[in-house]
Nanobody
Framework: VQLQASGGGLAQAGGSLRLSCAAS????????MAWFRQAPGEEREFVTA????????KYADSVKGRFTISRDNAKNTVYLQMNGLKPEDTAVYYC???????????????WGQGTQVTVSS
């Protein structure tokens, strides 16, 4: 599976951004999808995940109620709608594909290249 993330950019605190991750290769619908992020000097951290059908989602506590993950299997794309952005959301955001919705980075098999999100105060 090849993953291509897009949609990052600069936003003001309280604003919104929508990230997309387009997949190609093996059957997209077979995989759970996730978003992780990594701030400078920090470890990569789990943000959210969605199972193959979209029926199950998980969120990090830090983004619950502000971020929403969704997927369109017909378009081989997963989305991350980010509302109420905070400066601490600033990071490179990575999409990932795997067989689980668990947050450990080691459990995710395929990774996109990352897209920068910067939130100004």
């Amino acid at each position: 599976v090849q993953l291509q993330a897009s949609g990052g950019g600069l936003a003001q605190a309280g604003g919104s951004l929508r990230l997309s991750c387009a997949a190609s290769g093996r059957a997209f619908g077979d995989y759970a999808m996730a978003w992780f992020r990594q701030a400078p000097g920090e470890e990569r951290e789990f943000v959210t995940a969605i199972n193959w059908s979209g029926a199950m989602t998980k969120y990090a506590d830090s983004v619950k109620g502000r971020f929403t993950i969704s997927r369109d299997n017909a378009k081989n794309t997963v989305y991350l709608q980010m509302n109420g952005l905070k400066p601490e959301d600033t990071a490179v955001y990575y999409c990932a594909a795997g067989r689980t919705v668990l947050p450990a980075t080691s459990l995710w098999n395929y990774w996109g290249q990352g897209t920068q999100v910067t939130v100004s105060s």
